[in-house]
């Protein structure tokens, strides 16, 4: 029997980072309850009653002591506050760049897992050390939540939306995958396994994958499919944008805003279009296809319109990580 | 201060117990002395429901397997917390402490509106009704927070019977809420001024807001959760357009506000048992106050706390993060407030005085932990684990139902007319604290490590934790048996109880007689001296 | 002792825990003006899901904006201003212990309700006909509107059916008043249920002031 914790395994970057900051609070939180135990007993056992005639003097307050019991806790409050919001900032925003991505879908109850190469898992996610790894996390129904405690990371699958995540694994092994948010009856069977390899390993378990197609190829079939490409290839009358070169880059709207092509903004272009139109277009042209493809093949859809923006810069797909 | 109470050996009095007999002088009673008694016994048989499913809830996670099937599992998690929270904790203070304490305490003879009490507890009975049918037909899988769309679209379970429940009994939280409001407003005897009022009715006063405000919002987001389950028109169905956070939303913009409305009225009990048993004013009187009704104004606006996981704007949860970190101070104001009255007081332990210390301690503990939740890079690593758990058990369990007990405890003589037994009372209070800790603090560690709520089972490496925390909770439910019986053993063999056997202050104590009459006063009162007086005037002012 | 002389004294409309009629009419109002606030949070919650939804899908509620009965609306809101101006006189006419108008105000004010109510159900036979209430009969012609269309009307029902069910309940209330007055009940010193039912007639008229633009002049284009 191994020594005991009161921490999981720590296996990322950030994981390091949550755990100090826990630690400061269980001091904060420990001294603040030993303080008022202390006091507790000190006071009920030194001014206890010594017989019926005791009549305490009335002490009625301090306001200087009120200001000072409010003021301090609320500046240590401060502290907790500002460590814990950049860190979640931090955790939350993926790097724009550079970053694995590899696409996860929940269902009642399972997980499976895609990777742009065409790998698909359920259960099961295989990562490389080193490396910023970002999930995108769709759900085909109700809410789930994807929690790997040795990251320390959750988030909610939430169904009509996508929602991300990123990480730096540090530390070989196999971790626990727990569905986080009460889904119905297999709730508690909704759950796998993270696998981090350092990155030689991973690179050989890539090379043994499976010979599926890529994301990007599979997309681009349903891309057929579904006649994008009768408008946004085909057509000669200015109907519609191009997608070549727009994912991840600003998108101008007719209405002066200027947002980010990234998936959520793609999804939403597809499954309620005219929510937002470019600059230069018209609304009620794009038919709106919301319950008409369903999440994984959405997601393909996108990793194929993400393939036709020039790379930028550092590796996206896994295959340039064995390199 | 005149008392001309008479002399409890001349003749027999009557009181509110022995006014009238039978089962209709007590069905359709008006007056708030009996009906704070069938809510005490509707909630107390509430209670042990939700505390028998609490039971087979830590039976069945004696094993990493699990002993009952996943949908009888989920089932029990749902309906111990939709009994607890609706139908156990909301009313349990204020409905009966409440009910039967802020008329005495503030001088008159009957809440504002005695009808609309009585129907109140009607209406509670049959949101009662309602959820327990909802149990004996089967159940509901959705968790007490009835998440969209699981509950909307896709639970096979009497849904709508449950919410329709809750619905009912919220409008019995609304009532009574309002009730208080106007008494405290236009019924406090003469000189009995906003700064002279205790704090139990401070905090009854800012639970009563909460309700009053908080609760509609719930009424409305059933009412449109039903709406959809009957009809699918995509409120909150994403294939049809609608936007399942939208639920969350509003679920918590009523159920945040609502734990302060479990929680307030705790405190406010506490305020009356630490200045009785330190026999002393309680220091920052206006602090206290001011604190509940800061609490009650901040608390509903914190409720994006719970949603820091579910895609909420980044920016949106720093906001609901840092005003979480404010409503911490007003409650370690009061905490201090309590400690700093012990001090050079004159401090005796009967129980009401344990159950306070109790109070103390592990309100602190739960409240910390709060503080955990609010920063919001720990509390994507524990919320929806079992370290929410545990956090909210301790305020709740550790701190409100110890609190109830303690009022129960300390007000018993006044309600009843007779005396408990103390040393079963401190037994029971000291099994009651060991069990408490043994069940809920594994479960801090538990949630850290990772163990997610909602689990029918679990991975092994929780399971010795997992003993532990169902062990204490054995522990806890004998102790919570010890009371039901020492108390009703008491009500009809206890020794009656002296006109003030705590020699407490307070209009409830001293100028009404024990048990009170059913208009509570034999003369009007007058008020002409501070609250918890302790240390002030010229002569005792009990009798007895 | 001293409670049976006061007992003589006593008005009979007052109840036994207040000391005096002041107190007892002050008890009232703020109940009432308390419970009118939370109606107030109630419908709130609907209006806030109203509004998310609206500047979600603005294409399509410009689109449905087309299927709202002005006309109908706008008639409707004058019918619920008169019938205010109707309480508030039969309100006066009570303060004044005049029973005739006071009975004849509030008569009036319960066919305005009901011309309301009335022309309420013509406007959802209406929707009805055209396919446009929410649930399997639901149809809308521009198909790619229909689910943000569906849940819109959805919310158009609920706002507005639940206020026409809190009409019903001021109807019966106001029903009570007329045979209580019938009965001599009210006098210049005791009116307070027509004042209590007057503010929540008032409400459930500003509830309207607020659901007639949102609903159906915003967006509207006829």
Same mark, same amino acid.
């Given at each position: 029997m191994g020594s005991f914790s009161i921490f999981p395994p720590r296996a990322s970057v950030g994981a390091a980072e949550v755990d100090a900051l826990y630690a400061f609070l269980l001091l904060v939180g420990c001294g603040m309850t030993a303080l008022i135990f202390a006091c507790v007993c000190f006071f009920a056992i030194k001014y206890r009653r010594r017989s019926a005639d005791d009549r305490p003097k009335a002490i009625h307050g301090s306001v200087?002591?009120?200001?000072?019991?409010?003021?301090?806790?609320?500046?240590?409050?401060?502290?907790?506050?500002?460590?814990?919001?950049? #860190?979640?900032?931090?955790?939350?925003?993926?790097?724009?760049?550079?970053?694995?991505?590899?696409?996860? +879908?929940?269902?009642?109850?399972?997980?499976?897992?895609?990777?742009?190469?065409?790998?698909?898992?359920?259960?099961?996610?295989?990562?490389?050390?080193?490396?910023?790894?970002?999930?995108?996390?769709?759900?085909?129904?109700?809410?789930?939540?994807?929690?790997?405690?040795?990251?320390?990371?959750?988030?909610?699958?939430?169904?009509?939306?996508?929602?991300?995540?990123?990480?730096?694994?540090?530390?070989?092994?196999?971790?626990?995958?727990?569905?986080?948010?009460?889904?119905?009856?297999?709730?508690?069977?909704?759950?796998?396994?993270? +696998?981090?390899?350092?990155?030689?390993?991973?690179?050989?378990?890539?090379?043994?994958?499976?010979?599926?197609?890529?994301? /990007?190829?599979?997309?681009?079939?349903?891309?057929?499919?579904?006649?994008?490409v009768t408008c946004h290839v085909m057509d000669r009358q200015g109907r519609c944008p191009s997608l070549r070169d727009v994912f991840g880059k600003p998108v101008q709207l007719s209405d002066g805003r200027t947002v980010l092509a990234d998936e959520p903004y793609i999804r939403e272009s597809i499954l309620n279009p005219n929510a937002k139109i470019v600059k230069g277009y018209h609304p009620n042209v794009m038919p709106v296809f919301q319950g008409q493809i369903a999440e994984e093949p959405l997601l393909q859809l996108i990793v194929y319109i993400k393939s036709l923006s020039a790379p930028s810069g550092a590796p996206s797909t896994s295959q340039e990580v064995s390199k | 201060m005149s008392t001309t109470l008479p002399h409890p050996d001349l003749g027999v009095q009557t009181n509110y117990l022995t006014a009238d007999y039978g089962w209709k002088s007590w069905l359709f009673t008006t007056d708030h002395k009996r009906i704070a008694l069938l809510y005490l016994f509707s909630i107390t048989a509430f209670f042990f429901v939700g505390g028998a499913f609490a039971v087979m809830m830590r039976i069945n996670l004696l094993s990493p397997n699990g002993v009952f099937?996943?949908?009888?599992?989920?089932? #029990?998690? +749902?309906?111990h917390g939709v009994i607890m929270v609706f139908f156990f904790l909301v009313p349990s203070i204020p409905a009966t402490l409440g009910n039967f304490l802020i008329p005495p305490m503030i001088g008159a003879r009957d809440l504002a509106f005695p009808r609309i009490n009585l129907l109140s507890w009607y209406i509670y009975?049959?949101?009662?009704?309602?959820?327990?049918? /909802?149990?004996?037909?089967?159940?509901?899988?959705?968790?007490? +927070?009835?998440? /969209?769309?699981?509950?909307?679209?896709?639970?096979?379970?009497?849904?709508?019977?449950a919410a329709m429940g809750v619905f009912v009994a919220g409008f019995s939280s609304i009532l009574t809420g309002l009730n208080f409001i106007i008494t405290i407003h236009t019924m406090r005897a003469p000189g009995m001024y906003w700064s002279r009022l205790p704090l139990f009715v401070w905090g009854h006063y800012a639970t009563a807001l909460i309700q009053v405000l908080a609760t509609p919002v719930l009424a409305i987001t059933l009412f449109l959760l039903g709406l959809e389950r009957v009809l699918h028109t995509g409120i909150f169905d994403p294939n049809l357009g609608g936007d399942p956070v939208l639920f969350q939303h509003l679920f918590w913009f009523y159920s945040h506000p609502a734990v302060y409305i479990m929680i307030l009225p705790g405190m406010a009990v506490m305020s009356e048992l630490i200045a009785c048993f330190s026999r002393k004013a309680i220091f920052g009187y206006g602090f206290v106050a001011f604190s509940s009704v800061a609490i009650a104004v901040l608390g509903f606006l914190v409720w994006g706390h719970h949603l820091f996981v579910a895609?909420?704007?980044?920016?949106?949860?720093?906001?609901?993060?840092?005003?979480?970190? #404010?409503?911490?101070?007003?409650?370690?104001?009061?905490?201090f407030n309590w400690t700093a009255t012990m001090y050079q007081g004159s401090i005796s332990y009967e129980t009401p005085m344990l159950y306070a210390f109790g109070f103390i301690g592990l309100f602190t503990i739960g409240g910390l932990t709060g503080l955990f939740l609010a920063t919001m890079a720990i509390d994507v690593h524990v919320t929806d684990t079992y370290f929410v758990i545990a956090h909210f058990h301790y305020v709740m369990v550790g701190g409100m139902v110890m609190a109830y007990l303690g009022g129960i405890h300390f007000w018993f003589p006044k309600i009843s007319g007779r005396l408990y037994p103390e040393s079963w009372a401190k037994f029971a209070a000291l099994v009651i604290f060991v069990g408490f800790n043994l069940t809920f603090f594994p479960q801090f560690i538990l949630g850290y490590l990772g163990m997610p709520r909602r689990y029918a089972t679990y991975a092994e490496e929780f399971h010795v934790l997992n003993v532990m925390s169902t062990a204490g909770a054995s522990i806890l439910g004998?102790?919570?048996?010890?009371?039901?019986?020492? #108390?009703?053993?008491?009500?009809?063999?206890?020794?009656?109880?002296?006109?003030?056997?705590?020699?407490?202050?307070?209009?409830?104590?001293?100028?009404?007689?024990?048990?009170?009459?059913?208009?509570?006063?034999?003369e009007p009162p007058i008020v002409t001296e501070p609250a918890y007086n302790y240390a002030g005037s010229d002569k005792e002012a009990s009798l007895g | 002792m001293a409670e049976s002389d006061v007992a003589l004294q006593r008005p009979s409309e007052l109840r036994h825990h207040f000391d005096d009629v002041v107190q007892q009419r002050e008890a009232s109002t703020l109940g009432m003006w308390a419970f009118l606030a939370t109606e107030v949070l109630f419908f709130g919650g609907m209006f806030c899901a109203y509004t998310i939804y609206r500047s979600a899908y603005h294409g399509a509620f410009e689109s449905t904006s087309q299927f709202m009965n002005v006309t109908i609306g706008g008639i409707n809101t004058g019918v619920l201003i008169c019938s205010s101006l109707t309480m508030a006189l039969a309100v006066r006419a009570a303060q004044l212990g005049q029973k005739k108008p006071l009975i004849w105000l509030l008569i009036l004010t319960l066919v305005l309700g009901g011309v309301f109510l009335g022309l309420k159900g013509v406007e959802y036979h209406e929707k009805y006909v055209e396919h446009h209430v929410p649930g399997p009969g639901f149809r809308y012609a521009e198909a790619q509107y229909a689910h943000q269309a569906e849940l819109l009307f959805f919310l158009y029902f609920a706002m507005t059916g639940l206020h026409a069910l809190h009409m019903i309940v001021g109807a019966g209330l106001i029903t009570t008043l007329i045979v209580m007055a019938a009965r001599n009940r009210f006098s210049a010193g005791w009116y307070t249920p027509v004042d209590m039912i007057g503010l929540y007639w008032h409400f459930v008229d500003i509830v309207w002031i607020f659901l007639f633009p949102l609903l159906y002049l915003i967006g509207h284009t006829k």
């Open positions: 200087p002591l009120e200001i000072a019991w409010s003021v301090i806790p609320f500046l240590i409050m401060l502290v907790m506050f500002g460590w814990g919001t950049r #860190l979640y900032f931090q955790n939350y925003t993926p790097p724009r760049r550079g970053t694995l991505d590899i696409y996860v +879908t929940g269902k009642q109850w399972m997980w499976k897992v895609q990777y742009p190469d065409g790998q698909r898992e359920i259960n099961e996610l295989h990562v490389p050390t080193g490396r910023a790894v970002k999930l995108t996390l769709a759900s085909e129904d109700v809410i789930h939540s994807f929690y790997i405690p040795a990251f320390r990371l959750k988030h909610d699958v939430v169904p009509g939306s996508y929602q991300t995540f990123w990480f730096e694994p540090t530390k070989p092994g196999r971790y626990h995958i727990f569905c986080a948010e009460y889904c119905g009856t297999n709730h508690s069977r909704m759950i796998g396994w993270v +696998t981090v390899m350092d990155p030689a390993r991973y690179a050989t378990w890539l090379a043994g994958g499976g010979t599926g197609e890529t994301m /990007a190829a599979l997309g681009e079939k349903v891309f057929e499919q579904y006649g994008c | 099937a996943h949908d009888t599992y989920n089932k #029990l998690f +749902t309906m009975i049959a949101g009662g009704v309602l959820a327990l049918s /909802a149990i004996v037909r089967g159940g509901v899988d959705t968790g007490w +927070t009835f998440y /969209a769309p699981f509950s909307s679209t896709y639970s096979n379970t009497h849904v709508i019977l895609g909420q704007s980044m920016y949106a949860s720093m906001v609901f993060s840092f005003i979480s970190f #404010l409503v911490a101070v007003p409650s370690a104001i009061k905490v004998f102790g919570y048996l010890i009371p039901m019986i020492y #108390l009703a053993w008491a009500w009809r063999y206890g020794p009656k109880s002296p006109q003030n056997p705590w020699h407490a202050k307070g209009l409830e104590w001293e100028q009404s007689p024990t048990p009170p009459p059913t208009f509570n006063f034999i | -």
